[in-house]
Nanobody, 113 residues
Framework: QVHLVESGGGLVQAGGSLRLSCVAS????????MGWYRQAPEKQRELVAT???????KYADSVKGRFTISRNNAKNTVYLQMNNLEPEDTAVYYC???????WGQGTQVTVSS
């Protein structure tokens, strides 16, 4: 039973920061790639960042230089540090196990002007 629980979302002003967390269970965490995607109203779902089991990262062009994905295998947790947030980052952010249909319940991020 795979379970992913996101947390850390909230309301911030443009230029602010948030750190999202995702705690995973039901998988051998250290062997799985993990990622974050987001869904904003009237926009396509966007994969914003991934991290491999070995720690290699990729980012969508829209967040490069602002977001950092990381993982702590001892805690079965993946993080998304979001800096210099923009109103365009407003979305529900979901944690995912790469190459699976697993995702969490999402956490809302709202960035005001």
């Amino acid at each position: 039973q795979v379970h992913l629980v996101e947390s850390g979302g909230g309301l911030v002003q443009a230029g602010g920061s948030l750190r999202l967390s995702c705690v995973a269970s039901g998988i051998t965490f250290r062997f799985n790639g993990m990622g974050w995607y987001r869904q904003a109203p009237e926009k396509q779902r966007e994969l914003v960042a991934t991290i491999t089991s070995g720690g290699l990262t990729k980012y969508a062009d829209s967040v490069k230089g602002r977001f950092t994905i990381s993982r702590n295998n001892a805690k079965n947790t993946v993080y998304l540090q979001m800096n210099n947030l923009e109103p365009e980052d407003t979305a529900v952010y979901y944690c995912t196990v790469v190459d699976t249909d697993y995702w969490g319940q999402g956490t809302q991020v709202t960035v005001s002007s």
